[in-house]
């Protein structure tokens, strides 16, 4: 794909900016097609597919849980890693406040706000994942080794199958 085929987001800026290679995948969007789509779309394995999921604690301080397309956040036991009573997805409205991306188009990196992210643990298994690039239809491919260089991620165990 040549530089121009891709937006330039957010993301793309702060991958460049660090140095960290990565394939841009565009696809045709499908609303609330959700992992499922896209890994399909890609026909790569969903499990690959991590999800970009904005939440909040109890005292509404925003975090962003990273997790395989096919599975979900336990967020009682992620309550119980961070001590707080309580952890819930925020609404999209809140998620694009928080972010600055439009709601299924949230990247982790290049977020309007430092804001902390928390990765399950499996995903640092994979050779190679496709991570939301700051756009509705667009999955970078970068290897899970780059994701901690990108960022500073908390290894989690969270994960629940659907």
């Known amino acids: 794909m040549a530089t121009n085929d891709y937006p330039i987001t957010p993301a793309i800026r ?19 097609g959700g992992t499922k789509a896209s890994a399909a779309a890609l026909n790569v394995d969903e499990h690959a597919v991590i999800k970009t999921l904005v939440m909040q604690t109890d005292a509404r301080k925003p975090l962003i849980v990273l997790m395989h397309g096919d599975r979900e956040v336990s967020t009682k036991q992620l309550a119980r890693i961070l001590d707080v009573k309580r952890i819930e997805p925020c609404d999209a409205a809140t998620a694009q406040k928080h972010t600055g991306y439009l709601f299924g188009g949230t990247s982790p990196f290049g977020t309007r706000t430092q804001i902390p992210v928390y990765a399950e643990a499996t995903i640092f298994s994979l050779p190679k994942i496709y991570i939301n690039g700051g756009k509705r239809g667009f999955l970078l491919e970068i290897t899970s080794t780059d994701l901690l260089k990108a960022l500073p991620v908390q290894e989690v165990h969270v994960a629940i199958a659907e």
């Open 14 to 32: 702060l991958l460049r900016e660090k140095k960290i290679s990565f394939i841009p995948h565009l696809y045709t969007y499908e609303e609330h």
